[in-house]
């Protein structure tokens, strides 16, 4: 399916050895494919897309240092970057948050048959952060999802003081850190850096990297509606 030896020169172009797990990520692109035939999981099927859009771009949060211990991936659909990160990373701790069944299944399924040991949540983040997954994690990711002032509010309650989260975002990071740098210090959290990165293909790749200092108050997370209706300001 993928070009092995093609994805590993790609990786190694970041400093990146994937020798480790380059047939893990291999067995991964085949499951993906073939399982999408069924369930609507990806767009991007093509061999070199799954290299680029979705592996290297996994691969370059899971390098970096704050990606230890338990691992929450939010919305984390048919497993990136979470699985890409615990295949990279065996030793995380790793939960995939997805409140979709069919795609709850198809991660069950993928990480039965590439022998990852992870954790299922079937929640909604801001309802996972009501129960007891909150703050609890190490470190929390979400690619996409929602924009930036939202997705603070469903990840950083999740995250225990002295963790992180870093949100995967493309072209729009600046524009989205500005308007929400004020619910970001709401939640309990400050702004680190933005890590700028371009995938192989030249697509623009922000790692917006948020520290979390202090507990979140308890009257966050809201309700889902109200987050999407009346985002933090």
Known sequence: MIDKQRLIQKAQA???????????????????????????LTAIT??????DKHFIDSLLF??????QGKFVDVGTGAGFPGVVAKLYKPE??????????????FLKYLCAQLGIDAEFAKERAEEAARKGW????DIASARGVARLNMLSEYCLPL???????????????????QEAKPAIQKLGGSF?????????????????VVKKISQTPPLYPRNGGKIAKAPLK
């Open 134 to 137: 909150r703050e609890q994690f």
């Open 14 to 40: 970041y400093g990146l050895d994937i020798a480790h797990c380059i047939d893990g990520l291999a067995a991964y692109a085949e499951i993906l494919v073939d399982y999408n035939n069924k369930v609507n």
């Open 62 to 67: 899971a390098c970096q240092p704050e990606v």
């Open 92 to 105: 995380l701790q790793l939960t995939l948050m997805e409140p979709t069944g069919k795609r709850v299944d």
């Open 159 to 177: 995250v225990k003081e002295g963790g992180y989260f870093i949100a995967m975002k493309a072209a729009t990071a600046a524009e989205e850190l």
């Open 192 to 208: 680190v850096e933005n890590r700028k990165l371009a995938l192989p293909q030249g697509d623009e790749r922000n790692l917006l």
């Open 46 to 51: 093509d061999p070199e897309g799954i290299e």
